[in-house]
C-alpha cells in the first residue's frame, strides 16, 4: 500500500468523527503523492507523515461568561498547535457556533502549508470558540474574550504562539484579548496580530490579502506571456479583500467590472468605481444594490453570482464554495482563462477540477491570499524590534514575497512533473520546507 494511503487509513481509524479534517488531509495528501514517492525512504524513517498529520498539541478549555442579563454561560475554547517546524504557531482565533476541534485541525493544517509558502518564519496553527457574537453587545464580547484569554495566555507568547483574527475576530475582539494579555501577563508584546496601529498594528495589513492576491495574480498572467493591463476582471465579494483587490487591479490598469454580497452581484461594464463602493460599504455599510443606484450603466442582478459575467480573470473573494462546478463551466465557456482564490476555499471540487481540464491558470487559496498572514508575519518583526515600518516599506515586501510565492510554487510544480498544476505546486512548495525542517530537528 503507499505510504500516503498508510497515512490516511490510519487517520480515519483514528479521528473517524472528524470529517473537515479527514477531507482535507485526503486533499493534501494526494497531492502531495509526487514528492512522498519520490523521497519515501526517507519519510519512512523519519515517520514523516505520521508526524504532519497530528498535531503537536491541541488545547481545549471552557469558557464561562456572564452576559448582559447576569445570565451565565459556558462555550467552548480551542487552540490547535499544529506544528512548529519552521517557527512558531500562527493562525487565527475564528468565533462561530461551528467550531469545532475537526474544522480547526482542518483549518491548522492547511495554514501550515501557507505559512511556510510565504517564506517567513512562521509555523501553523488555529483555534477559537463555538461563541456567537452576532447580537452580543461590545460589554458581552469583552466579557467573553477575557474569559477567553484568561485561560488561552497560558499556551502562547510572541516566540510561541501568535494567534490573529479570523470569523468573528476583527479589530475590536483582537483588542480585547491583547488587553486581556497584557493585564494577566504584564507583558507589553507581539502574541496577537491585526492588532490597531496605536498598539502595535502594522500599516498595509487591510491592504495585504487584497493587494497580494492581486500581485501573484500579475506574476502568474505575466510568466504565460500576457499582461494585466487592460483586462476584464470578475471580483465577487465587496468586503475587505474584494475592495483592496479591486484597488489594486485598477492600479495595474485592469478592468473589475463586478463585485457582490450575499444578495446579489453589480456589473458596471466601464469598470467598478471604489470610491462609490467604498462609501456604500466602509462609510454608510450598505448593501451593493446601492451601487448600481447611483451609478448610470451599471446593473444590479439579485440573487446570483457574478460568474456568467464574461471576462478574462475571475477573482472570487467572498466566501467558501462560492464557484461549483456550473459556474466553473459558465466561467470557462464565456472565456475566463485565469482564476485566482482571495477567499478561502471558494471553488468547490467540481470547479477545481473544470479549471485543471482546461489548463486555464488557477492559483489557489493557500497561495493566492498568504498575503494576508504575510503582513501578520511583518507585524511581528517590527513589535519584535519595537519599530513601525512605512506604507510603501510594508507593502514593497509583500509585493516581493507574493513574486517569490508564484516563482516557488511554479518550480515545485514542475520539478515533480506537474508543470502548470499551481495546486499540485503550492501543497508541495509548502510541504517541502516544513518536511526538511521536521526531518532536521529529529524524532519530535
Ligand atoms: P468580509 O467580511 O470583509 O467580506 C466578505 C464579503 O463576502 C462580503 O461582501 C459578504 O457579503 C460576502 N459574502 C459573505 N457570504 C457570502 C455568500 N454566501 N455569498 C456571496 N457573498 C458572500 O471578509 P474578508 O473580505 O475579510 O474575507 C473574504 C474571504 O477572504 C473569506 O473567505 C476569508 O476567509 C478570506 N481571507 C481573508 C483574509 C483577510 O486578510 N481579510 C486573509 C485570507 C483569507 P455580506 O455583506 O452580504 O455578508
Redesign the pocket.
Known amino acids: 500500500m503507499s505510504y500516503v494511503k498508510e497515512i490516511y487509513d490510519n487517520l480515519q481509524k483514528k479521528h473517524p468523527y472528524e470529517t473537515e479534517f479527514l477531507e482535507a488531509a485526503k486533499r493534501i495528501l494526494d497531492s502531495l503523492s509526487p514528492i512522498v514517492e519520490a523521497n519515501e525512504d526517507l519519510y519512512r524513517k523519519n515517520a514523516l507523515l505520521e508526524r504532519f498529520v497530528e498535531p503537536e498539541r491541541i488545547i481545549s478549555f471552557r469558557v464561562p461568561w456572564t452576559d448582559d442579563n447576569g445570565v451565565n454561560h459556558v462555550n467552548l475554547g480551542y487552540r490547535v498547535q499544529f506544528n512548529s517546524a519552521i517557527g512558531p504557531y500562527k493562525g487565527g482565533l475564528r468565533f462561530h457556533p461551528s467550531v469545532n476541534q475537526s474544522i480547526l485541525k482542518f483549518l491548522g493544517l492547511e495554514q501550515i502549508l501557507k505559512n511556510s509558502l510565504t517564506g517567513l518564519p512562521i509555523g501553523g496553527g488555529k483555534g477559537g470558540s463555538d461563541f456567537d457574537p452576532h447580537g452580543r453587545s461590545d460589554a458581552e464580547v469583552m466579557r467573553f474574550c477575557q474569559s477567553f484569554m484568561t485561560e488561552l495566555y497560558k499556551y502562547i507568547g510572541k516566540d510561541v504562539d501568535v494567534p490573529a483574527g479570523?470569523?468573528g475576530v476583527g479589530g475590536r475582539e483582537v483588542a480585547y484579548l491583547y488587553g486581556q494579555y497584557k493585564r494577566i501577563t504584564n507583558l507589553y508584546e507581539g502574541v496577537l496580530t491585526g492588532k490597531g496601529l496605536s498598539f502595535g498594528g502594522s500599516l498595509a495589513r487591510p491592504e495585504?490579502?487584497g493587494y497580494g492576491l492581486v500581485y501573484i495574480t500579475a506574476e502568474m498572467v505575466k510568466a504565460a506571456g500576457k499582461d494585466l493591463a487592460g483586462k476584464r476582471v470578475c471580483v465577487?465579494?465587496?468586503?475587505?479583500?474584494?475592495q483592496y483587490a479591486i484597488q489594486k487591479l485598477q492600479q495595474l490598469g485592469a478592468k473589475p467590472v463586478t463585485c457582490?454580497?450575499?444578495?446579489g452581484y453589480v456589473y458596471d461594464p466601464d469598470g467598478i468605481k471604489l470610491d462609490v463602493l467604498m462609501d456604500i460599504k466602509q462609510v454608510r455599510r450598505g448593501?451593493v444594490k446601492e451601487y448600481a443606484d447611483q451609478v448610470p450603466g451599471a446593473q444590479y442582478v439579485d440573487g446570483k453570482?457574478p460568474w456568467g459575467v464574461a471576462c478574462d480573470i475571475a477573482l472570487p473573494?467572498?466566501?467558501?464554495n462560492?464557484i461549483n462546478g456550473a459556474d466553473a463551466k459558465a466561467l470557462l465557456d464565456n472565456g475566463c482563462w485565469c482564476v485566482a482564490e482571495?477567499?478561502?476555499?471558494?471553488s468547490d471540487s467540481d470547479a477545481i477540477d473544470a479549471y485543471l481540464a482546461a489548463k486555464i491558470l488557477f492559483m489557489p487559496?493557500k497561495a493566492a491570499?498568504a498575503g494576508?498572514?504575510a503582513v501578520s508575519a511583518l507585524e511581528m518583526s517590527q513589535n519584535s524590534q519595537r519599530l513601525s515600518w512605512t506604507f510603501d516599506e510594508v507593502d514593497g515586501k509583500l509585493h516581493d514575497i507574493m513574486k517569490n510565492i508564484y516563482k516557488n510554487v511554479a518550480d515545485a510544480a514542475k520539478r515533480y512533473g506537474h508543470e502548470g498544476n499551481f495546486v499540485v505546486g503550492a501543497n508541495i512548495a509548502g510541504f517541502e520546507k516544513v518536511a526538511n525542517a521536521m526531518i532536521a530537528q529529529g524524532l519530535v
Do not use: F, K, L
Open positions: 479570523d470569523i495585504a490579502t465577487s465579494g465587496s468586503g475587505n479583500v474584494a457582490s454580497d450575499s444578495n448593501r453570482r473573494c467572498a466566501t467558501q462560492e482571495g477567499a478561502n476555499m471558494p487559496a491570499n494576508g498572514v
